[in-house]
Every structure is written in C-alpha cells, then in structure tokens.
C-alpha cells in the first residue's frame, strides 16, 4: 500500500517539475535593444523595421538580417532564422525573439503586428459627427 503512495508521489512530483522547467522555458521577457545586447538569455525586443536601412535574404545561410529600432530609438541588426515573415512590409510593430551574439541579435522567431483592416481611414469622430447632426 505504501509503495502505491510513493510512486504517486514521485509522479505528482515529476509533473510539478516539469511543468516549472516548461513555464521559466517559455517565460520570455521583453527588453530594450540595450539590455537585449547585454544579456546571455532569450528575450524579446519589440520595435518596427528600419526600411531605410538595407534588408536581404541570404539563400545559403537561409537567413533574413534587417534592422529594427526599438521603442527606446535604438537600432539593432537582427537575422531571422528563415525567410522574411509574411506581412513583414506592413507592419506597424515587429517582436523579435531571441538573442545577441556575434554583433547581432540572432532571432528564432519575428511576429509582425499589422494594421486592422477594420480600422476607420477617417477616425471614430468622423462617424460620431454625422450621427448627431442627423439627430437635429
């Protein structure tokens, strides 16, 4: 009977464990570019694309670089692991996710934020003016 109890305790406490591990893995702080630069661990940098500055994909690496600046006015060079993301040119934000090393930071993974295509062109008082005017 006891030994049923043990082996339930070992496995309740291999789950806590690996549950632990799983969530401090996937608990990525977002950072500024400096601090981005200044630490070993993965962290994400939010920011938008420089486009004035040069951006490629380099076939046989299969990498993208481009530069990003942060919210700080920072500007990072980043290499994407892969292609360029889909909507990459639109996007009001950019997430990268990743680290520093070699005199870039080197991003497993990049999220784009694009414009809502729900989003009035003439602002939510354009709409509210001729309701009211209707009303007199």
Request: aromatic fraction near 12%; charged fraction near 15%.
């Amino acid at each position: 009977m006891k030994t049923k109890y043990i082996v339930a305790g070992v496995v309740i406490a291999a789950f806590v464990v690996f549950g632990a591990v799983s969530f401090m893995q996937n608990n990525i702080a977002y950072v500024s570019a400096k601090t981005a630069e200044k630490t070993n661990r993965t962290v994400q940098v939010k920011g938008s694309w420089v486009k004035s500055m040069q951006s490629y994909y380099d076939p046989n690496t299969n990498t993208f670089h481009f530069y990003m600046m942060d919210d700080n006015k920072t500007i990072l060079p980043v290499v994407l692991a892969g292609a360029k993301p889909n909507n990459f040119e639109i996007a009001n934000d950019i997430v990268a996710k990743g680290r520093y090393e070699d005199g870039a930071f080197q991003a497993s993974e990049v999220l784009t934020k694009c414009p809502s295509k729900y989003q009035s062109k003439t602002g939510p008082q354009a709409s509210n003016q001729s309701s009211s005017s209707s009303l007199n």
